[in-house]
């Protein structure tokens, strides 16, 4: 009598157990790559951001001018303003750049605006210098995870200030501005930029 051939139960156990344990190595191999990288995701995606904050802060400093502005209301604004906002502050100045892309000649000053808000770095840009109430802004998120701006700023007499234009002092642009941010997991980002040329 000849036997036919096949596996036997235990023998397909056996294989059943094999495959079992090698789909687990796999799928925890496959778990961890992707969060790999979705991990190098965020971490792209953070340094872009800083990235870009940087440069704008960088670009829009060093093309400062020291035109006043009148805002929605009329009321005349000085070139470089910084005030203090609860835990952070609010930087306003008028900045050069490149001048716009149109036939007619068009001015290539405009006033921007920096502050955080709701954990983000906010960045915004009036279309126009003086501003007739409900005037049109472009706004951008720079960075997120925010929890403070700090800004301090080079004076003449070389010290250091929280807040611009001083009172009593002639209207001028501060020299440097030192930027801090504090972000949400508490480490801190500081920058140093000169103003104007």
């Known amino acids: 009598m000849t036997r036919s051939r096949g596996f036997t139960l235990l023998e397909m156990l056996v294989a059943i157990a094999i495959f079992a344990v090698v789909g687990a190595i796999a799928y925890t191999g496959l778990d961890r790559a992707m969060a790999i990288r979705a991990h190098l995701k965020a971490v792209r995606v953070r340094w872009q951001s800083r990235g870009l904050a940087y440069y704008r802060l960088a670009e829009d400093l060093s093309e400062a001018r020291g035109r006043p502005v ?103 642009d501060p020299s440097a501005v030192k930027v801090t941010l504090t972000l949400k997991d508490g480490r801190h980002i500081r920058w140093l930029f000169p103003v104007g040329r």
């Open 70 to 172: 009148r805002d929605g209301a009329g009321t005349l604004v000085p070139a470089f303003v910084v005030r203090r906002m609860g835990r952070g502050v609010r930087l306003n100045f008028t900045t050069g750049g490149t001048p716009p892309l149109q036939s007619r000649p068009a001015s290539d000053l405009r006033r921007v605006d920096y502050t955080v808000m709701h954990g983000r770095l906010i960045w915004r840009r009036w279309a126009v210098l003086d501003r007739a109430p409900g005037a049109h802004r472009a706004q951008e998120v720079l960075m997120r995870g925010v929890r403070r701006f700090q800004v301090r700023l080079l004076a003449s007499n070389g010290l250091y200030v929280r807040t611009w234009p001083l009172a009593g002092q002639p209207a001028a």
